[in-house]
Nanobody, 120 residues
Framework: QVQLVESGGGLVQPGGSLRLSCAAS????????MGWYRQAPGKQRELVAR???????NYADSVKGRFTISRDYAKNTVYLQMNDLKPEDTAVYYC??????????????WGQGLQVTVSS
């Protein structure tokens, strides 16, 4: 089992910045990737950014150049630095971790979600 504790988020004006944090605990040795998803009202959950153990990253086209994902392996923590925030970034942001456990079983874990609101 992996437990994810998220922090950060809140209300900011357009053009502002926020930094989200997600700390993993439990069977962290099994983690293969960590990332962030978001879900806006009436919309499906979408990938924002992902950080793989090998160091590769990927981003949604809508956030490239504005958001940066990073990981602190010693702290088992993934961060999402969000700059130049836009109203369309308003959503609930979920931390995600992929794991590969015994017998090749894959499990996906989710954080509780953080509200990010961008409004003037």
């Amino acid at each position: 089992q992996v437990q994810l504790v998220e922090s950060g988020g809140g209300l900011v004006q357009p053009g502002g910045s926020l930094r989200l944090s997600c700390a993993a605990s439990g069977s962290t040795f099994s983690i293969t990737a960590m990332g962030w998803y978001r879900q806006a009202p009436g919309k499906q959950r979408e990938l924002v950014a992902r950080f793989f153990n090998g160091g590769d990253t990927n981003y949604a086209d809508s956030v490239k150049g504005r958001f940066t994902i990073s990981r602190d392996y010693a702290k088992n923590t993934v961060y999402l630095q969000m700059n130049d925030l836009k109203p369309e970034d308003t959503a609930v942001y979920y931390c995600n971790t992929d794991t590969l456990q015994e017998y090749g079983r894959a499990y996906i874990y989710w954080g509780q979600g953080l509200q990010v609101t961008v409004s003037s």
